[in-house]
């Protein structure tokens, strides 16, 4: 590990010891990242450097950010993190809001000053809100002014959390208010290590208590360089948008990673019910669109009354894709739709095909820079045409925070993420159940 910039050492002194974490593979070139360096920075001041500052970057039913004014709306609230809020390196913020601009900024801004992001869903209520609070000791929240009943319940069961800024709801203590002081237009970026802790995703708490994985500055760029750049390949002339919320790694990552990684838009939406989702992909012309196939089949039935001749890329993950939703999707709009099967534990889609590269019903082969096998209850590797259990690894893996749970999801030095597959004799990997007791509800994880 690179000397940390955390002054907070909680998340890093919570980390599962070495012995217990999964091996980690950078074989790729583009894997391996300097030691220093800070995710937000590589994902929007380095493309405002690189000219595409004029370019749209965040947008909403409401308003569209350039990249320039995305970054120096990160700028103004990293401002306010640090000056008003008295963030120092290490600290965790909890962020909750639906998808919006503002909601976005936020997490970057975090992540900009050294922080570590915890983004919650918006329909959580305070009971649930008090459990992260209290796991991860997290002191401060900015949170969208219209979710203020719960967050305010949660204060009082989780005192930990000592103070929170509203934004949506005005007033001179606003983050509107604070972003708006002079001199919060600049930020000078904190200068993290590549492996400080930026990120803590709390799992849906599917097997007890839900789990907090915890994610490098450098996982959010190996998602984008791995599934992004080798299976995904968009441009940036894409305007992406989708139904997973940025507090699901697979919102984070679809909608907004990968997005920011190669200069296109990204479109994000409170509400994305399937009518939701679709109407917006005519409006706005969307080109790349992540959802659930519970969305893509409620979308099948409504085509004839919408264009969405602009899509040239869905990707579907947090359930498993039937193939006669593909089959049916494939020939009412030509679009193939790309399988995946990521994990909040690993961040992102480690298992997917590209197009040119996919078997229709089959989840995809394992995605450039991750290796994964089947394998019996020992750990052994089973032949191709075996049912058993998935494990993988790669440049991201298991991290949970103070979790013994971290060596039932970790078995020599692999990730087995509770799905049972069948590899085939050209490594497509075909879906045959959870091997917990768990369903999965329109990409949502269920106990």
């Known amino acids: ?26 074989d790729l070139p583009e894997l391996r990242y300097p030691e220093r360096m800070n995710a937000c920075v590589e994902l929007l001041d380095r493309m405002v450097e690189q000219g595409f500052g004029s370019r749209p970057c965040v947008v909403s039913p409401v308003e569209t950010l350039t990249y320039a004014a995305s970054l120096q709306r990160v700028n103004r609230i990293a401002n306010v993190l640090v000056r008003d809020m008295g963030l120092q390196p290490g600290n965790r913020v909890l962020l909750r809001a639906a998808n919006n601009p503002m909601l976005a900024a936020a997490i970057l801004a975090v992540i900009k000053a050294g922080g570590i992001a915890v983004p919650t869903m918006p329909l959580l209520r305070a009971r649930e809100l008090a459990y992260p609070i209290r796991k991860a000791k997290i002191a ?13 319940k949660a204060r009082e069961l989780a005192p930990e959390l000592a103070r929170t800024i509203y934004w949506g709801g005005g007033g001179a203590k606003s ?11 600049n930020f ?25 994985t915890m994610h490098y500055h450098r996982d959010l760029l190996a998602t984008c360089d791995s599934y992004g750049k080798h299976v995904l390949r968009a441009n940036a002339d894409d305007i992406f948008s ?14 907004l990673l990968f997005p920011l990684r190669v200069g296109a838009a990204t479109l994000l939406l409170e509400k994305a019910s399937p009518d939701d989702l679709l109407a917006a992909i005519e409006k706005f012309r969307i080109t790349v669109c992540f959802t659930a196939p519970t969305a893509y089949r409620a979308i099948l039935s409504k085509l004839a009354t919408h264009d969405i001749s602009s899509l040239r890329k869905c990707v579907s993950a947090g359930e498993p894709l039937p ?17 995946g099967i990521g994990s909040t534990e690993m961040l992102h889609i480690f298992i997917g095909s590209n197009e040119d590269d996919m078997r229709p019903g089959a989840t995809g082969r394992s995605v450039r ?27 991201t893996g298991c991290r949970y925070l103070a979790d013994r749970r971290q060596t039932n999801y970790v078995r020599n030095g692999w990730n087995v993420t509770g799905d049972a597959y069948v590899m085939d004799a050209d490594g497509y990997f075909w ?3 959870r091997s917990d007791d768990m369903i999965i509800s329109s990409g949502y994880n269920l106990a």
């Open 1 to 26: 590990m690179a000397a940390s910039a955390h002054i907070d050492t909680f998340a890093r002194d919570n980390l599962p010891p070495e012995s217990l974490q999964p091996s980690f593979r950078f």
């Open 140 to 152: 401060l929240a900015l949170c969208d002014a219209r979710l203020s009943a719960e967050m305010d």
């Open 175 to 185: 983050l509107e208010a604070l972003m708006a002081q002079p001199g919060y237009e």
């Open 188 to 212: 000078a970026a904190c200068n993290t290590a590549s492996d400080d802790i930026c990120l803590i995703a709390f799992t849906s708490g599917t097997t007890g208590e839900p789990k907090g």
């Open 242 to 255: 989708g139904s997973p919320p940025l507090a699901f790694t697979f919102g984070l990552g679809g909608i």
């Open 323 to 339: 193939k006669a939703t593909w089959d049916a999707w494939h020939e009412a709009t030509g679009v193939k739709i790309m399988d």
């Open 369 to 395: 820079g991750y290796e994964a096998m089947v394998t019996d209850e020992a750990g052994r590797e089973l032949p191709p045409g075996t049912i058993g259990q998935l494990a993988v690894r790669g440049p």
């Open 431 to 433: 879906f045959q159940a």
